[in-house]
């Protein structure tokens, strides 16, 4: 009875083993993009947010100097997502092709590292100033209102 448990249970283990858990680079690459496509989306957000915190700054309705400094911090830090997002469009191969699958999958793990870095930019920027701009009783950016909006 133990002998026959062992063998299951060993049967059990190699069925397991040869099961692929990693996801393999297609499934990999393909989050990437959906991600990419998102932010594409959330870039509208950030220019537009962006324009509103110039008319603000540019309009002088500034409450205080320390307001000024965050509005103007705000812009260069929503300006800098935005930069970010096309460093690293312009640096992702999206038909890269390794040598193996193992070269491949990693080239698009390291790549979903850099664009969940650009999401977490984006979202953080994003948060920061749309509170800012109600605040200033400025609607914050639809995320539709710039649909035409390129990269």
Not at 10 to 28: N, R
Not at 81 to 97: G, I, L, R, S, T
Not at 122 to 148: C, F, G, H, W
Request: net charge neutral.
């Amino acid at each position: 009875m133990k002998k026959t448990l062992t063998i299951g249970f060993c049967i059990s283990m190699l069925l397991l083993s040869a099961c692929k858990t990693e996801p393999d680079a297609e499934a990999v690459k393909k989050e990437v993009l959906n991600i990419h496509d998102k932010l594409m989306i959330d870039g509208a957000k950030v220019i537009n947010n962006k324009m509103k915190l110039d008319s603000i700054l540019k309009s002088r309705q500034i409450k205080s100097v320390d307001d000024s400094v965050k509005i103007a911090d705000l812009v260069l830090k929503l300006n800098q997502a935005d930069e970010n997002m096309m460093d690293w469009m312009h640096a992702f191969n999206d038909d890269f092709k390794g040598r193996d699958e193992t070269e491949n999958l990693n080239y698009y793990k390291s790549e979903m590292v850099k664009i969940r870095n650009v999401e977490d930019s984006y979202i953080k920027v994003t948060r920061a100033s749309d509170s800012v701009l109600k605040i200033y009783n400025v609607a914050p950016s639809q995320i539709m209102e710039m649909k035409n909006h390129k990269h």
